[in-house]
């Protein structure tokens, strides 16, 4: 590949003419392990022009240098040029002049095999393929200029089979596809898959729901049924929890990373993303799979269409105390509500799971703001905002039914926050949540806890003065541990 830096002046009468409708012709390949999935890109702009800049990301959710993964080939492109620019996201685009541009490039797998540590490159061989919608489509650059920031795309899905099938966040087994998504949020947080997998559909409060998963899974994975019981409970508890059953499709897709049926690997490695209408799971496949670590993950990426998705962040990682904190303190509460835990098994998940594990962290004092330079670099910095945004969330939750005599919880706060960020079109600032938190208080400011807790990273001194009446705070090894009490309130609020 040929890398080129361009003079900034060419950008601006592209930018002027470039409209945000495109069409893709995505091709089937019987070999696809060799040739990847080939995308023909066609794009009408408003005058004749003769070069265009199209959108493509270098790196991003841990991955680097994803332009390994794009290949445009001259003999499929006669009259085209192409120039690459992976500091930029870019690919400026030379061509006979013509208000339709139309061009081929290939997506390939680039690396060998099945890796438990690449989860967000493309993956594809001749039975599957697996690939976020911002590693598979080439944008025009003025999309991401335009107001509302919003492409139209036409995706024809062509040659493939009919046992061959077609599945995304956007619809399951259509081979033609029209969609309007705004480019980010929507459009590039999304993910399409293809080949060998299982689609089970079911409805929650009459509204379409669509469980893919491929591969024969081992151990506790191993019954498809199972897991959609559990994926069914999921939802129905989180929609109920806010509200909110206004979500026309929805999908969860489960994919295997590596697998294998001995026991050299004697544990498990998942992760899980949310995404726009979806959350997909990538998990180690073996004997040792543990049904409870399935349906954590199930919690966990499903808040996320309300906790980071609905409440969006307004400074992305430095507000990962929210989106991710927080998001890991309801996985634990709901499955509390769905009965998936009961209050003994909740108490030691939180005390292991949560505080232990946090506290174990020898990262764990890193200020805020240092946090998202080795976010994807490191597994310890990684869980710090995990655990430091859960155990303040149960801080806050205690503390505002405290104030309220047992009559609001930090789940009220919570839907007042999803309300005003939709009503209102806003973002979830530190500002925003200090100001609605105090609400809840009675009136009191928790600025200083927060900045200290928070933002500087020091440990929060829960004690038994902090907690409803069924729990008090005991210390084992300097770490504190809740300890049930009997009392006529419970934990689990309306």
Not at 35 to 63: C, I, M, N, R
Not at 278 to 287: C, G, V
Not at 349 to 368: D, F, G, K, L, T
Not at 435 to 458: C, H, M, P, R
Request: glycine letters at 4%; hydrophobic letters at 35%; a negative charge.
């Amino acid at each position: 590949m040929t890398k080129v830096i361009i003079s900034l002046f060419l950008l601006s009468p592209i930018i002027l003419v470039a409209q945000t409708k495109v069409e893709y012709k995505v091709h089937y390949a019987q070999n696809m392990e060799m040739e990847g999935l080939k995308v023909e890109f066609t794009h009408k702009t408003k005058k004749a022009q003769d070069s265009l800049y199209v959108h493509f990301y270098d790196s991003g959710w841990g991955e680097y240098d994803l332009f390994n993964c794009l290949e445009i080939m001259q003999e499929e492109n006669p009259g085209y040029s192409f120039d690459f620019v992976p500091d930029s996201n870019r690919i400026i685009i030379r061509y006979p002049k013509s208000k339709t541009v139309t061009f081929k490039y290939r997506i390939r797998q680039d690396y060998p095999g099945d890796s438990v540590h690449i989860t967000n490159r493309p993956r594809m061989n001749n039975a599957y393929f697996h690939v976020l919608g911002r590693s598979l489509f080439v944008v025009p650059e003025s999309v991401f200029l335009s107001k509302d920031r919003t492409l139209e795309a036409k995706i024809d899905w062509v040659g493939f089979p009919a046992s061959y099938k077609i599945h995304n966040t956007f619809e399951s087994d259509v081979q033609t596809q029209r969609i309007k998504a705004e480019i980010n949020s929507g459009f590039y947080h999304s993910l399409f898959v293809g080949g060998d997998y299982r689609l089970h559909t079911f409805d929650i409060n009459k509204k379409p729901v669509v469980f893919a998963i491929r591969g024969e899974w081992f151990a506790d994975y191993k019954d498809d049924m199972r897991m959609v019981a559990s994926l069914k409970k999921t939802i129905q508890t989180q929609r109920d929890f806010w509200r909110d059953h206004n979500q026309s499709y929805y999908t969860v897709i489960m994919t295997p990373t590596v697998s294998q049926n001995d026991s050299l690997f004697q544990g498990q490695s998942s992760v899980g993303s949310g995404l726009h209408n979806a959350f997909m799971i990538q998990s180690t496949n073996n004997p040792f799979n543990n049904f409870s670590v399935l349906n954590y993950l199930f919690n966990h990426e499903m808040m996320h269409q309300w906790i980071g998705l609905s409440i969006r962040p307004a400074h992305e990682e430095l507000n990962y105390w929210f989106t991710e904190g927080f998001t890991d303190y309801y996985s634990y509460k709901n499955r509390l509500s769905e009965g998936d835990l009961s209050l003994e098994e909740w108490c030691k998940a939180i005390n292991e799971e949560v505080i232990q594990s946090h506290y174990e962290n020898p990262q764990r004092n890193r200020p805020n703001y240092v946090i998202m330079d080795d976010f994807w670099k490191s597994r310890d910095v990684e869980k710090i905002p995990y655990r430091r945004g859960a155990i303040f969330a149960f801080w806050l939750d205690n503390k505002i039914m405290k104030a309220s005599n047992y009559a609001q919880s930090l789940d009220d706060l919570m839907r007042k926050l999803l309300e005003k960020c939709k009503r209102e079109s806003l973002r979830l600032s530190d500002e925003l949540f200090l100001t609605e938190a105090k609400e809840f208080l009675s009136g009191e400011d928790i600025s200083y806890e927060f900045q200290k807790f928070v933002l500087n990273g020091e440990d929060l001194p829960l004690t038994s003065e902090d907690v409803i009446d069924c729990f008090r705070v005991e210390f084992v090894n300097d770490i504190p541990q809740i300890v049930l009490q009997p009392s006529p309130h419970q934990y689990l609020m309306k």
